[in-house]
């Protein structure tokens, strides 16, 4: 990598560092936990960029051939299933999907059987990154698999993957904003709403499924997210406002296509049939999946929003 190619990459956090108070001011609390948040933010949409940046062609070599957008949707109810069999959290099963993603961006994969290998892994790789989870799992993760993938199999591909990813392994999913989206958004309200809580984890699992989200920042598909659950709970409201453009930093219009998509995947237009719709089915979920969705289409309130600048 050449000194330039180094610069850009540390950029972010140069910015950070240049933004930074030259002199402390008496009295002046610079870890205030709003001047916290306020950094982590800031490197979190840096990171995303970069991110960006390593998955630019992704949609150009894999999202052409409508084969493996079909063969996508089953790799996520694979490892959606696989991830609850064995007790995994949503942010890993996300984070795996960031390593396919990156990875597949790299090394174009066309074998349905290597894909579901490449899956896999980046659920491995995902369980000792975000949990953890030891060596020895790889055994456990064949044990719970309706495939003739071995564990050898996956420590190889474990170790290609890592050197193709660079070790790279903490940049930002939608999982990583929508958390901190949703604890903005929950101070709106007297109490906790957890149907809010849960149709947003129920959209974010249903994105992973399009392979046409992959071109979305994390921030941009989070934000699309909290504007349509919004929407879908409270459908005679104004889903967008000034003071949510200012929190998330995206008008409606920027949202516009995002929302789209989205609100296809969660009407069923887009791949009717997913595990991933009878999970949110359950009452630990409060049936997310079965709520109606509104007569109303979110789209009729971009006029009035485009109106108001928003």
């Given at each position: 990598?050449?000194?330039?190619?180094?610069?850009?990459?540390?950029?972010?956090?140069?910015?950070?560092?240049?933004e930074r108070p030259s002199k402390v001011q008496k009295n002046e609390d610079l870890t205030a936990p709003e001047e916290i948040d306020n950094r982590v933010i800031e490197y979190l949409y840096g990171m995303e960029e970069e991110l960006l940046l390593k998955k630019m062609n992704f949609e150009q070599r894999m999202g052409i051939d409508d084969t493996l957008s079909i063969y996508r949707a089953k790799i996520v109810d694979v490892l959606a299933l696989l991830s609850c069999r064995l007790g995994l959290d949503q942010d890993t099963l996300h984070a795996a999907f960031s390593y396919y993603d990156r990875y597949n961006s790299l090394n174009p994969v066309v074998d349905t059987d290597k894909l579901e290998l490449i899956g896999?892994?980046?659920?491995?790789?995902?369980?000792?990154?975000?949990?953890?989870?030891?060596?020895?799992?790889?055994?456990?993760?064949?044990?719970?698999m309706d495939s003739p993938?071995?564990?050898?199999?996956?420590?190889?591909?474990?170790?290609?993957?890592?050197?193709?990813?660079?070790?790279?392994?903490?940049?930002?999913?939608?999982?990583t904003f929508l958390r901190i989206f949703l604890d903005k958004v929950q101070k709106d309200y007297e109490e906790k709403n957890l149907q809010l809580e849960h149709m947003a984890s129920y959209i974010a699992d249903l994105s992973l499924?399009?392979?046409?989200?992959?071109?979305?920042?994390?921030?941009?598909?989070?934000?699309?997210?909290?504007?349509?659950?919004k929407f879908l709970i409270q459908p005679n409201s104004q889903?967008?406002?000034?003071?949510?453009?200012?929190?998330?930093?995206?008008?409606?219009?920027?949202?516009?296509?995002?929302?789209?998509?989205?609100?296809?995947?969660?009407s069923g237009k887009r791949h009717r049939k997913l595990e991933i719709r009878e999970k949110y089915r359950q009452d630990q979920f409060l049936g997310v999946a079965k709520s109606p969705l509104p007569e109303l289409s979110?789209?009729?309130?971009y006029d009035c929003l485009k109106d108001a600048g928003l």
């Open positions: 990598m050449d000194e330039q190619e180094s610069s850009k990459k540390r950029e972010p956090l140069s910015t950070m560092e240049e896999v892994s980046s659920l491995y790789i995902a369980g000792k990154y975000e949990e953890r989870v030891g060596m020895k799992q790889s055994f456990y993760f064949v044990q719970f993938i071995a564990d050898g199999q996956i420590l190889n591909m474990e170790t290609e993957m890592l050197g193709c990813l660079r070790y790279k392994l903490g940049y930002p999913t939608v999982k499924v399009e392979h046409e989200c992959c071109k979305f920042k994390p921030s941009l598909l989070a934000s699309s997210i909290i504007f349509l659950i889903p967008w406002s000034s003071t949510l453009e200012q929190r998330f930093r995206y008008m409606a219009s920027d949202m516009k296509e995002c929302v789209n998509i989205l609100y296809e995947l969660r979110p789209f009729i309130f």
